[in-house]
T-cell receptor, first 116, second 110 residues
Framework: EAGVTQSPTHLIKTRGQQATLRCSPI?????VYWYQQALGLGLQFLLW???????NRGNFPPRFSGRQFPNYSSELNVNALELEDSALYLC???????????????FGPGTRLTVL | AQRVTQPEKLLSVFKGAPVELKCNYS??????LFWYVQYSRQRLQLLLR??SRESIKGFTADLNKGETSFHLKKPFAQEEDSAMYYC????????????FGTGTRLTIIP
């Protein structure tokens, strides 16, 4: 079974530009999560989508946004890029256990975003 | 607020010696605790979760609610255990995000 996939592997942008990162979840998973892994800051929760809706977001400015498509794949958009947005962006997916919440999150390989 | 603390950034252990990676958490409800591992050039992967109460690759972790800890242990370290280890917490139903610790880099000395 294919795992979580992310594209592109690497992305280089300049300050002020926009970046779009993509994620395809494991088949059967309806929830997608985005995390930022910046140097020295560890893994920080960005966004959670389930069934096409944004369910939760972390402490990030509104220029970090995204969406989830009917096939459950997801995009993360970062507008007005700043140098400190340089990081590894990880996507994870899981399925919902009825009345219990989401199951284990499985991670993709990440997209390395570099802002120059 | 939920918080996970891994006090050791780096830990070196001789092959065959016991390993203990510390994790303490702060959460007002009943959390679910996980250990994730990232081997060199591989993606982050689940090692174990407290509700499974199983041993994976010889590692075990017991949730101690009194001490709010979820330490990861292995009696005899192997060279292939060298990796980055992250402790993570998930809150109650509806608060599904994972809060990660800053990670511990474990190096097994041959």
């Amino acid at each position: 079974e294919a795992g979580v996939t992310q594209s592109p592997t690497h992305l280089i942008k300049t300050r002020g530009q926009q970046a779009t990162l993509r994620c395809s979840p494991i088949s059967g998973h309806t929830s997608v999560y985005w995390y930022q892994q910046a140097l020295g800051l560890g893994l920080q929760f960005l966004l959670w989508y389930d069934e096409g809706e944004e369910r939760n977001r972390g402490n990030f400015p509104p220029r970090f946004s995204g969406r989830q498509f009917p096939n459950y794949s997801s995009e993360l958009n970062v507008n007005a890029l700043e140098l400190e947005d340089s990081a590894l962006y990880l996507c994870a997916s899981s399925f919902i256990r009825p009345k219990q919440g989401t199951d284990t999150q499985y991670f993709g390989p990440g997209t390395r975003l570099t802002v120059l | 607020a939920q918080r996970v603390t891994q006090p050791e950034k780096l830990l070196s252990v001789f092959k065959g010696a016991p390993v203990e990676l510390k994790c303490n958490y702060s959460y007002s409800g009943s959390p679910e605790l996980f250990w994730y591992v990232q081997y060199s050039r591989q993606r982050l992967q689940l090692l174990l979760r407290h509700i499974s109460r199983e041993s994976i690759k010889g590692f075990t972790a017991d949730l101690n609610k009194g001490e709010t800890s979820f330490h990861l242990k292995k009696p005899f370290a192997q060279e292939e255990d060298s990796a980055m280890y992250y402790c993570a917490l998930r809150g109650n139903f509806g608060n599904e995000k994972l809060t990660f610790g800053t990670g511990t880099r474990l190096t097994i000395i041959p």
